[in-house]
């Protein structure tokens, strides 16, 4: 996992890189294991039993870059709608509303991730 080896300051899959914080906050708190339910307002609702806490930051990691491209906009595909028990944030506007320590961790720190859907035209 190159970005979180690279950077684990930042994407590291433990508790306290930012990106830890970040799904701490989308959850509405710390949980090392999946809680039987998460409180009311999180926007970040993973519920496998397997997935351990860096399993769930590999996979918010997931929901947060495709929103941040827009490749969740209902306007492409029912993903975000089909996804809505686990994640409800479908497009870049929606993360800076919502999520703000992702946006920024995506947007504001220098990196070069992905910026557009991969479509093949380049």
């Known amino acids: 996992m190159g970005w979180y080896n690279t950077y684990p300051e930042y994407f590291g899959d ?13 959850r ?4 090392q294991t ?6 009311e307002g999180a926007w970040y609702s993973y519920d496998d039993y397997t997935c351990d806490y860096s399993c769930q930051i590999h996979e918010y990691f997931y929901w947060i870059l495709m ?3 827009d490749a969740l906009d209902p306007a492409y595909t029912n993903k975000c ?3 809505e ?3 409800h944030v479908c497009t870049k506007d929606e993360l800076k509303q919502i999520d703000p320590l992702a946006y920024d961790l995506l ?7 992905p910026t557009n ?3 093949g035209n380049y």
Do not use: C, H
């Open 14 to 26: 433990r508790t306290g890189s930012r990106i830890a914080d970040a799904m701490d906050t989308a």
């Open 28 to 31: 509405g708190g710390q949980f």
């Open 34 to 39: 999946v809680p039987n339910g998460y409180p």
């Open 67 to 69: 929103a941040n491209i």
């Open 81 to 83: 709608a089909d996804s």
């Open 85 to 87: 028990e686990e994640w």
């Open 107 to 113: 947007n504001n720190q220098g990196f070069k991730l």
């Open 117 to 119: 859907i991969p479509i």
